[in-house]
Structures are given as structure tokens and as C-alpha cells.
Antibody, heavy 121, light 107 residues
Framework: EVQLVESGGGLEQPGRSLRLTCEASGFSFDDYAMHWVRQVPGKGLEWVSGINWNSATFAYADSVRARFTISRDNAKNSLYLQMNSLRPEDTALYYCVAHYHGSGGFRSPYWGQGILVTVSS | DIQLTQSPSSLSASVGDRVTITCRAS??????FNWYRQKPGKAPEVLIYGATSLQSGVPSRFAAAGSGTDFTLTITSLQPEDFATYYCHQTHTTPWTFGQGTKVEIK
């Protein structure tokens, strides 16, 4: 059974930092690019950041570039998001998403259940 | 960035109705495209991946078509559990983008 389990969320003050972790199981982690997607409760979905299978390439939304850092550890089947200089507008549910982007055709993405990050003084 | 224009933004329907949601991309994205259903308080659930492939375990009343720039999701006979919000999603290029959502409500 595929599982993506996010952790590390919670309440933090503006300007402070949080580190999200996503632990993957049930699939070949290093065959997949990994992404973070966030959603303000009651609003739409917003892509945050993505990293390819071997950490050679990564990308960020303009809203988080220079503040957030994505990384992964294939030996631990884990994805991370270091969130610095947090702002109230970073308050959202953060989802970890696994996306196959290889030569084996299209595959369904896998989504975690999400972790809530609240930035407030 | 690739824009996804999803329509309608909301609709009212009855159990048993046929419902179609459309999504148009601002540039061609081949079949790097997914559809989701999201119920309140839950994570998005993959219905369709690769533009037309039905996710394992998803009922056959869901069907999808399209490639390039124009995509559709059809629910052939709406069931009570289908009253939710639906999103389209492109994975052709980062930044990934999503449609603004279609809320399907009970008439």
C-alpha cells in the first residue's frame, strides 16, 4: 500500500522557521519526482516546490522562492521542505505529492493526507 | 506559466444526472493532466491521470477525454458521494498549475 505521511507542521510565529517531512512507502521512491502542494482551507490548490528523482533539479513558486528549500533523501524515502521567514500567507495545508516522470508512460500521482501549517503571532 | 481555465465554477445537479466539467490549458500539455475530486476536509483524490486513464478503484461512471489544450471530465450518473469540488491539474511544466475548481452541489 502506497503511503505518504507528512509531519512537522504546527503553529509558528511570522519570521520563524518550520521543517516539513514526508515519509514515503509502498512504491519505488527514487523513480518519482516529489512535490509540495498547499491549500488554504476552503480555497484552491497551489503548487509550492518540486524536486527530481536524484535532486539534480528543483523548482519553486515565486511566492516561496528564496525562503523555502526542498530536499530529499532517497536512502530514507523522505522528502523535506525547510520553510524560513514564514509569513501569515504561508498558512495552509501542505500536501506531499509523488509524480512519475520517466519513460514508462503515465502513472497516477500519489498524494499524502496533508499537514497544517499556521503562521500567526 | 500555463493557465488552466476550468468551467463551470459551480453547478447544481441531482442524483442520476450527467455532468461535464471542462478545462482548457493556455498552451499544449499533451496528456500531462489529471482530474481530482475533493471532499470537505479530505485530500484530493485522483480520478483520472494521463488525461484519460481511470485511476484504479474509481467507478466507471467517471470518464475523461482530451489532449493538447482541451480536456473534459464526465460523470455519467451522479451519486451522493460525488457532491464535492473537482480540480484539473497539469504536470507538463513547473510551476504545476490547477484549475480554480468546480463545486458540484445538490439541486
Amino acid at each position: 500500500e502506497v503511503q505518504l505521511v507528512e509531519s512537522g507542521g504546527g503553529l509558528e510565529q511570522p519570521g520563524r522557521s518550520l521543517r516539513l517531512t514526508c515519509e514515503a512507502s509502498g512504491f519505488s521512491f527514487d523513480d518519482y519526482a516529489m512535490h509540495w502542494v498547499r491549500q488554504v482551507p476552503g480555497k484552491g490548490l497551489e503548487w509550492v516546490s518540486g524536486i527530481n528523482w536524484n535532486s539534480a533539479t528543483f523548482a519553486y513558486a515565486d511566492s516561496v522562492r528564496a525562503r523555502f528549500t526542498i530536499s530529499r533523501d532517497n536512502a530514507k524515502n523522505s522528502l523535506y521542505l525547510q520553510m524560513n521567514s514564514l509569513r501569515p500567507e504561508d498558512t495552509a495545508l501542505y500536501y506531499c505529492v509523488a509524480h512519475y516522470h520517466g519513460s514508462g508512460g503515465f502513472r497516477s500521482p500519489y498524494w499524502g493526507q496533508g499537514i497544517l501549517v499556521t503562521v500567526s503571532s | 506559466d500555463i493557465q488552466l481555465t476550468q468551467s463551470p465554477s459551480s453547478l447544481s445537479a441531482s442524483v442520476g444526472d450527467r455532468v461535464t466539467i471542462t478545462c482548457r490549458a493556455s498552451q499544449t500539455i499533451s496528456r500531462y493532466f489529471n482530474w481530482y475530486r475533493q471532499k470537505p476536509g479530505k485530500a484530493p483524490e485522483v480520478l483520472i491521470y494521463g488525461a484519460t486513464s481511470l485511476q484504479s478503484g474509481v467507478p466507471s461512471r467517471f470518464a475523461a477525454a482530451g489532449s493538447g489544450t482541451d480536456f473534459t471530465l464526465t460523470i455519467t450518473s451522479l451519486q451522493p458521494e460525488d457532491f464535492a469540488t473537482y480540480y484539473c491539474h497539469q504536470t507538463h511544466t513547473t510551476p504545476w498549475t490547477f484549475g480554480q475548481g468546480t463545486k458540484v452541489e445538490i439541486k
